[in-house]
């Protein structure tokens, strides 16, 4: 199979998102998979058709474009972090499982961005009564723990913060 990024090459960038955004339109739900899957490469050159394209393809009436659409969306946060969040709440309300399922997965591309809304989130998620889906919103919680300093333990010095703050200093741990 051909991939995005050797068609753009092949053809100029123009036809690539025309192609794309035809794709994502086209009657023939197996089109517009394709096109989904192929979205990402799209937010290189185009982010703002990016953005909107991966909205359509949220929006559409076949679940695996929906599907397809939903495991992009970490892409789409740092180029738009509204519409990530706006898209990320829509993919989570989705009638199909499996779409709710994929954007779960996704959450963890907020916490850069911001953490407020990302706690925020993932406080709705993990009530969810569905076990999959809390679950795959309790995996994205290791994002946060990425985002701790010694600064911000501060102020619950206990066993737990001599740990952590042994483990942050360690030569053998990295902090990003």
Same mark, same amino acid.
């Given at each position: 199979?051909?991939?995005?990024? #050797?068609?753009?090459?092949?053809?100029?960038?123009?036809? =690539?998102?025309?192609?794309?955004?035809? !794709?994502?339109? #086209?009657?023939?739900?197996?089109?517009?998979?394709?096109?989904?899957?192929?979205?990402?490469?799209?937010?290189?050159?185009?982010?703002?058709? =990016?953005?909107?394209?991966?909205?359509?393809?949220?929006?559409?009436?076949?679940?695996?474009?929906?599907?397809?659409?939903?495991?992009?969306?970490?892409?789409?946060?740092?180029?738009?972090?509204?519409? =990530?969040?706006?898209?990320?709440?829509?993919?989570?309300?989705?009638?199909?499982? #499996?779409?709710?399922?994929?954007?779960?997965?996704?959450?963890?591309?907020?916490?850069?961005?911001?953490?407020?809304?990302?706690?925020?989130?993932?406080?709705? !998620?993990?009530?969810?009564?569905?076990?999959? =889906?809390?679950?795959?919103?309790?995996?994205?919680?290791?994002?946060?723990?990425?985002?701790? &300093?010694?600064? &911000?333990?501060?102020?619950?010095?206990?066993?737990?913060?001599?740990?952590?703050?042994?483990?942050?200093?360690?030569?053998?741990?990295?902090?990003?």
């Amino acid at each position: 199979m051909v991939e995005a990024t #050797d068609i753009c090459t092949a053809i100029n960038t123009e036809q =690539f998102v025309e192609s794309i955004k035809k !794709g994502i339109t #086209d009657n023939s739900h197996i089109v517009r998979v394709e096109a989904a899957k192929k979205l990402r490469t799209l937010a290189l050159i185009d982010p703002n058709i =990016f953005a909107e394209l991966v909205e359509k393809g949220l929006m559409d009436k076949y679940c695996v474009v929906r599907m397809e659409a939903a495991m992009i969306l970490p892409t789409l946060a740092p180029i738009n972090p509204n519409k =990530f969040i706006r898209l990320y709440e829509t993919g989570i309300n989705d009638e199909n499982e #499996d779409v709710r399922k994929g954007t779960a997965e996704t959450l963890a591309a907020l916490v850069p961005i911001n953490p407020d809304k990302f706690v925020e989130l993932y406080q709705k !998620g993990i009530n969810n009564e569905v076990g999959c =889906f809390r679950y795959e919103i309790a995996k994205t919680l290791v994002a946060l723990a990425s985002t701790i &300093t010694q600064e &911000t333990l501060i102020p619950i010095k206990d066993y737990g913060y001599n740990f952590l703050v042994a483990h942050l200093n360690s030569k053998y741990t990295q902090n990003p």
